[in-house]
């Protein structure tokens, strides 16, 4: 069956068209600035050639047309009729904590994914636009939300819970909820195949490296711990988000430059991380050749970077009582050989020497230590898209 999957973010919205029988992406785009007076829609049909279109996108219902235009054009098309759409998977960002699995969209569902819209102001009143697009354009079409906090609902309280007065989780929910969920289920998954290991038997720590970046403890398929909170502010430095930081220094600042809550969150959220730190830029591949001219604020961001990334994984082989696989995954996991290479430094006290050659692969699921390694590191590429697919299959 051919499941289209949704991600709607606040002014994009990204998708996949994907046959869940050979698990092709059969069309893959992007429709960009919903909202500004000019949009875009890029559209990628498989084994053909990327399409532009400019076209005002006033909401995502407007983009949600356009991608089933795109999907059913007769030069880039790639069904005929949106009949042959079967199912429709939506990621939707916070399930809070009503929503440990995926789940069939109905009305009730809507209503409790709204319910979750102050604990992730930016991400689910997108998503909910998208939903309901959809449940108009697509009428009779079944949906599946996949919520990218589910996975980490196993974390027992000892890992979700601040040392806050209690009153604050009894009455706002406030706890570490963690995200990219999606990708840590998958991705674990992976590893234990491609590791060769029951992951009903397994422990595994999964390092999402992308634009946002989260690592999680997956003890037997299950998440038991993740850096992410009650936020994706937290854990890891990022590209733009500072990741940990004590919270007093919010004070500091405040009275330091006269400067506003909101106004701060969007220092921590958006002008921190690899770009704060660097003054640079926020993507590891300008990182990367800035270091290789001797750029030291590149160097010492770097170097932040991987020291968090290792500290992370030191505390979660402690949280499982050891590890099988260490594996890395998304953007920078995937793709940036020296990342990998300074982290697994940090890691030589577990057996763990990895081969620089397959360390320059790409692409692919290579495994990076040798046979004899106790503690396998490898790189798995996550897929998101299709782990919401599958799902939705399985739902259905
Ligand atoms: P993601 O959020 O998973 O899509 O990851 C996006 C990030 O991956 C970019 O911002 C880059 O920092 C990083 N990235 C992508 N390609 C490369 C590459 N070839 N080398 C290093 N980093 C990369």
């Known amino acids: 069956m051919k499941v289209l999957v949704i991600n709607c973010g606040s002014s994009s919205l990204k998708y996949q068209l994907i046959d869940s029988e050979s698990e092709n992406a059969l069309a893959v785009g992007i429709c960009e600035r919903i909202g500004q007076d000019i949009s875009y829609l890029k559209h990628t049909p498989n084994g053909g050639e990327k399409i532009v279109i400019e076209a005002a996108m006033k909401n995502h219902e407007d983009a949600i047309k356009m991608v089933l235009d795109a999907l059913t054009n007769s030069k880039y098309g790639v069904i005929k009729s949106l009949d042959?759409?079967?199912?429709?998977?939506?990621?939707?960002?916070?399930?809070?904590?009503?929503?440990a699995t995926s789940t069939i969209i109905?009305?009730?569902?809507?209503?409790?994914?709204?319910?979750?819209?102050?604990?992730?102001?930016?991400?689910?009143?997108?998503n909910l636009i998208g939903i309901r697009a959809c449940a108009k354009l697509m009428k009779g079409v079944?949906?599946?939300?996949?919520?990218?906090?589910?996975?980490?609902?196993?974390?027992?309280?000892?890992?979700?819970?601040?040392?806050?007065?209690?009153?604050y989780y009894n009455n706002y929910k406030i706890r570490k909820y963690g995200f990219h969920g999606t990708s840590h289920s998958y991705v674990s998954q992976m590893a234990a195949?491609?590791?060769?290991?029951?992951?009903?038997?397994?422990?595994?720590?999964?390092?999402?490296l992308g634009n946002g970046a989260s690592i999680s403890a997956v003890l037997n398929g299950k998440s038991i711990d993740t850096s992410m909170g009650f936020t994706p502010l937290a854990g890891l430095v990022m590209g733009t988000r500072s990741g940990d930081i004590d919270p007093s220094i919010i004070d500091?600042?405040?009275?330091?430059?006269?400067?506003?809550?909101?106004?701060?969150?969007?220092v921590l959220n958006k002008e921190s991380g690899m770009q704060g730190m660097s003054e640079l830029s926020s993507d590891f591949r300008d990182l990367n050749d800035a270091i290789d001219i001797g750029n030291e604020k590149a160097r010492?961001?770097?170097?932040?970077?991987?020291?968090?990334?290792a500290k992370y994984i030191g505390s979660y082989i402690v949280a499982m009582n050891g590890v099988d696989a260490i594996v890395f995954t998304a953007g920078v996991g995937e793709n940036d050989w020296r990342v990998?290479?300074?982290?697994?430094?940090y890691l030589g006290f577990l057996g763990i020497k990895i081969d620089l050659e397959k360390n320059m692969l790409r692409g692919q699921a290579v495994m990076l230590t040798q046979p004899e390694c106790k503690v396998k590191v490898c790189i798995v590429p996550t897929n998101e898209e299709l782990a919401i697919a599958r799902e939705t299959v399985s739902l259905l």
């Open 84 to 99: 042959e759409i079967s199912a429709v998977g939506h990621r939707v960002v916070h399930g809070g904590e009503k929503f």
């Open 106 to 126: 109905t009305d009730e569902v809507i209503q409790a994914i709204e319910d979750c819209n102050d604990l992730a102001p930016l991400h689910n009143p997108a």
């Open 142 to 167: 079944p949906m599946v939300a996949v919520f990218d906090t589910a996975f980490h609902q196993t974390m027992p309280p000892k890992a979700y819970l601040y040392g806050l007065p209690n009153e």
């Open 193 to 208: 195949k491609f590791i060769g290991r029951d992951i009903n038997d397994s422990k595994i720590i999964v390092c999402h």
């Open 252 to 266: 500091f600042i405040a009275k330091k430059e006269n400067k506003s809550l909101d106004e701060i969150m969007n």
């Open 300 to 309: 010492i961001a770097f170097d932040v970077f991987v020291y968090r990334v």
């Open 340 to 345: 990998r290479e300074e982290v697994c430094e």
